[in-house]
Each structure stands twice: as structure tokens, then as C-alpha cells.
């Protein structure tokens, strides 16, 4: 009786075991397209510029004047025309598909010495639109919110790469001569 028992635990385990593999290969599979497709969207999003048009989310008396920017995502680092203006520092941003795997998010944070801190959230969309929020916080701790959303974007060419530095040849010494010989 002990061994038909035993027999039976050893089945039951090995039936769960391979159904467990059998798991592990379906998560393993559907993983793989989505980090393809994630591949894919970054590099699509490598070296192109977006035109932006931000809103603020708090008017005052109710007029909210919208601005222009442009943000260049290069080399996996993203930089707005109007925060360099201002000496934020171009940073890396970090790239994540939403659930949906058809949307493609950014974030990032970027610092000025004489203005600030700045967060930024894009979405960009199946329609191609991004989509986002601009937090700014200043060096008193005020902070500014605006929405945002792309009227364009385009594909630009790469930096070129620094040109090699022109070294001169060391000088040759010659060995001084030995007197006497």
C-alpha cells in the first residue's frame, strides 16, 4: 500500500512538473515578442525630434498661454530646446511598453544648477501622437505643471561622432653616444 502511495506522489509531482515547465515556456514566449517590440520602438525613437506644444495645467485669471519646444531623443538621451536655454542638462531616459503593447513610455529627470528640477512622462501612442506632463520645480521649490502634446515629429541625422584628436609624434631620442669606445 505504501509504495502504490508513494508511486502516486511521484506522478502527481511529475505530471505538476512538467505542466509547471509547460508554464514556463508560454511566460518565456509571450516575454520575447515584447521585449522585441520594445527594441524596436526605442530604436525607432532614436534620433528623432518631436515639436511640442505645452499648456499649463494652472492658468492665471484662466489664460494659459501655450509654448513651443522641441525634444530630441539621441544615443538614449533626451534634451528639450527651451530647458537648455535655461542649463538643464541633457539626460538618459528610461523606455517601458504599457500594457497594452502599443504604447510607449518615457521618463526623466533633468537638473539646472541656476533653475531647477524637471520631470517629464511622455506616452506616445498607436496613433503616433506623444503625449505628456512637464513638472518643473524651482530652486524656491515652486513648482509649474504642463501638459503636452506632439504637433510633429521627424527623423534627424545622428550626431557625428568627435573627431579624433590630432596627437604630434613624440620626438625620437637617439641614444647618446658612449666616449671612449
Do not use: C, H
Amino acid at each position: 500500500m505504501n509504495k502504490i502511495i508513494a508511486l502516486s506522489v511521484v506522478a502527481v509531482l511529475a505530471m505538476s512538473g512538467s505542466s509547471y515547465a509547460a508554464d514556463e515556456k508560454i511566460v518565456a514566449t509571450s516575454v520575447a515578442p515584447a521585449q522585441d517590440v520594445l527594441a524596436a520602438r526605442k530604436d525607432n525613437l532614436n534620433n528623432s525630434e518631436w515639436i511640442i506644444e505645452l499648456k499649463p495645467m494652472a492658468s492665471v485669471k484662466g489664460k494659459s498661454k501655450a509654448e513651443q519646444d522641441t525634444l530630441l531623443f539621441s544615443d538614449g538621451k533626451v534634451s528639450s530646446a527651451n530647458l537648455v536655454k535655461a542649463g538643464y542638462n541633457t539626460t538618459n531616459y528610461t523606455l517601458r511598453m504599457l500594457e497594452d503593447n502599443e504604447t510607449l513610455t518615457w521618463e526623466t529627470m533633468q537638473t539646472s544648477e541656476k533653475d531647477g528640477v524637471s520631470f517629464w512622462r511622455g506616452d506616445i501612442g498607436p496613433d503616433g501622437v506623444m503625449r505628456g506632463v512637464l513638472s518643473k520645480r524651482d530652486l524656491k521649490n515652486n513648482t509649474k505643471d504642463f501638459n503636452f502634446y506632439s504637433t510633429g515629429s521627424k527623423k534627424v541625422a545622428p550626431p557625428a561622432p568627435p573627431a579624433p584628436a590630432l596627437v604630434a609624434p613624440a620626438p625620437v631620442v637617439e641614444p647618446a653616444a658612449v666616449e671612449g669606445k
